[in-house]
Structures are given as C-alpha cells and as structure tokens.
C-alpha cells in the first residue's frame, strides 16, 4: 500500500497519518512513514521525540547539469539503502524519514529539499507499506511529494474553507493525472458531515473520523493518540480506515 | 508586493500560508508586525517557537504571539512557557466561533461579543495605536 495525506493546513493530516502508519505496522506490515514537510508534526503522532534531523548532508551530493546546480543521492546510495541507514525507528517497528525541519531566517534548504526528493524516486518496493504525510494547502501535492503514492487520501474538514480546498485538489488531481484520490472526513460532529464533504468535493468519502477530544489532548501533549487513547474514537476510525484501504487493495 | 502596498492610511493584513516558508523569505522589512499564530498543541508550539526565531533573528517587524483554542490555566501555561517575555494574546476556545466557522460565517458576525473576539479586537486596537 502506497498513500499520501493531502488537505489544507490544520485538518488533522498528521495527526491521522502517523496514526495509519502505526496501526498498518499493528496488522503486521513493513511500514514506511514519510514526512514531507518543513515543520514538525508526523513524529509527534508516531510516538516519536521531535527532531530536526533528516537527511544527512553526506548523503546527498551536488552535481552540475546544463550549467544548473542538481542534487542527488551519493554515488552508491539507493533509496532503500538510505531509509536502512537513516529512519529512525518509531513504536510498532515503523520506519520514519523525514523532510529536515524548517529553522532560522532565509533557511537554505536546496540539498536537503533536492535530496529527499531524490530519494522520493527510489523508494523501497515490494514487502514494504508507505504512508506519507504531505505539506498543507494545494501546491504541487501530486506531481511532487506524493509521486510514490497510489492513493492520495484527502483530509477534510466539514469547513467552508477545508471543503473548498479539497475541492480544489480533486481538480487538481485530474489535472496530475493522479492514480486515485479518495476522501477522509475529519472532525466530524454531525451525521451529515460526511455527505456534505462528498457533495462538495466531489470525491468518495471512505472513512470518517469523529470529533475526538482525547486526541486534542494527545496533541496537546505531543502524544500519539494510540498510546494515549489506544481504544479510542480516533484509533477505532483509522483502524476502520486501514482495513477498508486493505481490502479495495486486495480487490483490485 | 507587500512593500509595495504602503499608503498613508491604509492598512494592509496579510494572511500567509501555513509554515514557516513565507515568513523565512521576507526581506528588507515589507511589513510593520509579524503575528504568529499558534494552538497550545506540541506541534503547533513548537512551530510557533521557530517562527518567532526566524522573526526575530530576521528582524522582520513587531513580533505577536497570538494563541488561539485555548481552553484552561493548562493551555495558558503551556503557551506562555513557550514564548517567555512575549505575553501572548489568548482566544478562548469556543463553541460559537467553532459553528461560525463550520457555517462560513465570519467569527466577529456571529458572535461579536465572545472573549475570543473581545481578546482580538483589544489585539486590533493595540496595532493601531
């Protein structure tokens, strides 16, 4: 299984992805979590100790082409060899590479940018489940950071302006050509939430995860919620999540 | 572009994309106040610290923490232990302005006179001044 998590900033991606993550490695898959964005946030939800650490500089190295500055992966290096090397390992066994953290002013952060993407490209194969958590907003989800995926999971909130962004990415979705995007409903605190989320995106909605206090206080502490509330209403709709992703991948 | 925008009289609020990434590019001082929005979640804390950093260090302008959805002396505590010196604008977390939101509506139509927009009205008025 290959999914990314896309959705406005603040909906609850990494929150819900660093949960799949370690609920997908419960049911016994290899599992690789990945965290494309510039600010914290994926480890927190995997039950991880914050950290700015992602790729290391030696790991990457510099080229020319066409007069113009490349990155790659050094000589000898694959993308499995690197994850091997250099993700760290969160509960349940799941491995856990990040985007280097965001810091400072005018943060350079090309080699570290280039080189993830590098790696992006050369992913570990067969045997191994990955799970992404992407950058908010609707830039370039599909053609960059979520390229490995084959499902593209939209979070959404029963928002006017987390429904117009879904909106937005399931146009944009057709535009990239995108294998398959389907929709998350997020906090949701009425029984027609998740229609309306249907109805305005026009995207299928294959799982809905309530408006869940106990993950609000997981997140206030930089908890997981699966060690904080293990049997919980977030915990019960991913797992909910994870075994209808599962099946409509046995199926097809 | 917003250098550009300067007029006497006019005031200009910019709402910036999530992250740190447009706060990181600003060069020269293109606006007067930088306010950082932040939760008192781990994460949200956390990202808030490193843009009052990037602000600082950058010299990009006044610098306002501002925390929204706060809910008890907890939250107050947790905000004000990360951002020491800063005295941070608190919103209260409320049911009105939540509903606002999930309606489209705009918080200060639908409930002008809450604590949250009560706190963000008083940050209004302090910028002005």
């Known amino acids: 299984m290959r999914v990314a998590f896309v959705g406005k900033g603040g909906v609850g991606k990494s929150s819900l992805s ?3 993550a370690r609920v997908l490695a419960e049911a016994g898959e290899r599992v690789l979590a990945i965290d494309s964005d510039p600010m914290p946030g994926m480890a927190f939800s995997l039950g991880l100790e914050q950290s700015d650490a992602g790729l290391p500089d030696d790991a990457v ?3 020319e082409e ?3 500055q490349r990155y790659r992966l050094r000589e000898g290096l694959t993308g499995t060899d690197a994850v091997e090397q250099y993700a ?5 066994g799941v491995h856990f590479m990040q985007l280097g953290k965001a810091r400072g002013p005018q943060w350079n952060n090309r080699r570290q940018h ?5 790696l992006l490209d050369d992913l570990p194969g067969d045997g191994w489940s990955i799970v992404g958590d992407l950058p908010g907003g609707t830039r370039q989800p599909f053609l960059t950071w979520g390229r490995y995926a084959r499902t593209f999971l939209v979070v959404i909130e029963p928002t006017p302006a987390s429904l117009l962004t879904g909106r937005r990415l399931a146009r944009l979705a057709e535009t990239a050509r995108a294998p398959r995007v389907v929709a998350i409903a997020n906090k949701v605190r009425e029984p027609g939430d998740a229609e309306r989320v249907s109805s305005r995106t026009g995207l299928d909605v294959i799982g809905s995860v309530p408006f869940d206090p106990a993950l609000a206080d997981a997140d206030r502490l930089g908890k997981a919620v699966l060690d904080t509330d293990p049997d919980g209403p ?6 909910s999540l994870v075994q209808t992703l599962q099946k409509s991948e046995e199926q097809s | 572009m917003l250098g550009k925008l300067e007029r006497p009289g006019r005031t200009v609020i910019a709402d910036f994309e999530a992250g740190l ?3 990181m590019r600003l060069e020269g001082r293109p606006v007067d106040v930088v306010v950082v929005v932040v939760e008192p979640t781990s994460k949200s804390l956390e990202v808030g610290r490193r843009a009052a950093e990037a602000v600082q260090a950058g010299k990009l302008g006044r610098l306002v923490i501002t925390a929204n959805r706060v809910r008890d002396d907890e939250d107050v505590a947790r905000i004000r232990a990360a951002f020491p010196g800063l ?3 608190l919103v209260p977390d409320e049911p009105a302005i939540v509903s606002a939101e999930r309606k489209g509506e705009a918080p200060l139509d639908a409930a002008p006179d809450s604590p949250g927009m009560k706190a963000l009205v008083a940050l209004a008025e302090s910028l002005l001044v």
């Not at chain 1, 280039?114 to 590098?118: A, W």
């Open chain 1, 18 to 20: 660093g949960s799949f």
């Open chain 1, 66 to 68: 066409d007069g113009r």
């Open chain 1, 234 to 239: 977030t915990a019960t709709a991913v797992r």
């Open chain 1, 61 to 63: 190295e510099e080229y």
């Open chain 1, 88 to 92: 760290q390992r969160a509960p349940g």
């Open chain 2, 87 to 89: 005295d941070p604008v």
């Open chain 1, 114 to 118: 280039f080189g993830f993407q590098r």
């Open chain 2, 21 to 23: 990434g447009t706060v």
